[in-house]
């Protein structure tokens, strides 16, 4: 079986009780931030590696490290082949600050968007900026609504009442 649904089938598990569910995405979460925190003291350094390498760089397990790789991959400059991936697959973790952020943001990962690396990379102004940007990205915005007396919006010159907005 591929790691990546080995990793799913235990992370989203439907038949762990809530409480187990609980500490074992806590403890996930302690385990990504460190390692965000050593990518992002040097977020210039492209790591690359093995699955089973990168693991063992991280002091983590490999099932840890393929939900890691699962978390950051639409964040990649270069995306890995997680869907296939097994311990000897070489990856990269070589992430576009900007679109990392702001994919931190979406996620509502605030322990990871506020991690105080960030202010070596982006100014206050950038990160608010960015922070936004992610806020919009899932925001519906409804158009103007139509009047049945308004000119019509397909360009013919008539009333919306007369033209599109005919029943």
């Known amino acids: 079986m591929a790691l990546l649904q080995e990793w799913r089938d235990v992370a989203y598990s439907q038949t762990t009780d809530k409480k187990q569910m609980q500490q074992f995405w806590s403890e996930y979460f302690l385990i990504e931030k460190g390692i965000y925190e050593k990518?992002?003291?040097?977020?210039?350094?492209?790591?690359?590696?093995?699955?089973?390498?990168?693991?063992e760089k991280y002091e983590i397990s490999v099932q840890?490290?393929?939900g890691f790789l699962d978390g950051i991959n639409d964040s990649l400059k270069e995306q890995n082949p997680i869907e296939e991936m097994t311990e000897d697959t070489v990856v990269n973790l070589g992430f576009d600050?900007?679109?990392?952020?702001?994919?931190?943001?979406?996620?509502?990962?605030?322990w990871l968007y506020e991690l105080p690396m960030w202010d070596e990379i982006f100014d206050a102004e950038t990160k608010k900026n960015l922070y936004k940007e992610a806020k919009k990205m899932n925001t519906i915005v409804k158009g103007k609504k139509i009047g049945?007396?308004?000119?019509?919006p397909c360009g013919s010159g008539k009333k919306y009442k007369y033209c599109c907005g005919r029943n």
């Open 148 to 152: 049945r007396n308004d000119p019509c």
């Open 64 to 66: 840890t490290m393929t």
């Open 97 to 110: 600050k900007e679109l990392l952020y702001k994919n931190m943001v979406d996620a509502k990962a605030d």
């Open 39 to 55: 990518l992002l003291s040097n977020p210039d350094e492209v790591v690359s590696g093995t699955v089973k390498e990168l693991a």
